[in-house]
């Protein structure tokens, strides 16, 4: 069994930081893309950012020069550095990955994994 578990979530004052991270752990054989959605209350899930295996990365046009993501191969970690933080961005944060894990019989099985979301509130 996989989980992804994400933390650094909170209030924070307009243009503050905050940095999420998000971590795999189970009988993870390679985490190949990874990305960062949100959803603001009453809204759809939304990309974010994403960032491939090889660090390739992609934002959405609402996030580009403000935020920043990547990732530890070897800790099997995301992380999403927000700056100039707005009220816009206020959402729960939720971390996807597309996982390829090991089975019991040694067996490899390839699927896609969301973590359980961090709330991110700016407000003043």
């Known amino acids: 069994q996989v989980q992804l578990v994400e933390s650094g979530g909170g209030l924070v004052l307009p243009g503050g930081s905050l940095r999420l991270s998000c971590t795999a752990s189970?009988?993870?054989?390679?985490?190949?893309?990874m990305s960062w959605y949100r959803q603001a209350p009453r809204k759809e899930r939304v990309l974010v950012a994403s960032?491939?295996?090889?660090?390739?990365?992609n934002y959405a046009d609402s996030v580009k020069g403000r935020f920043t993501i990547s990732r530890d191969n070897a800790k099997n970690t995301l992380y999403l550095q927000m700056n100039s933080l707005e009220p816009e961005d206020t959402a729960v944060y939720y971390c996807?990955?597309?996982?390829?894990?090991?089975?019991?019989?040694?067996?490899?099985?390839?699927?896609?994994?969301w973590g359980q979301g961090t709330q991110v509130a700016v407000s003043s």
């Open positions: 189970g009988s993870i054989a390679r985490l190949d893309d």
């Open positions: 996807y990955a597309q996982v390829l894990a090991k089975g019991a019989s040694d067996e490899y099985i390839a699927f896609n994994a």
């Open positions: 960032i491939t295996s090889g660090h390739i990365t």
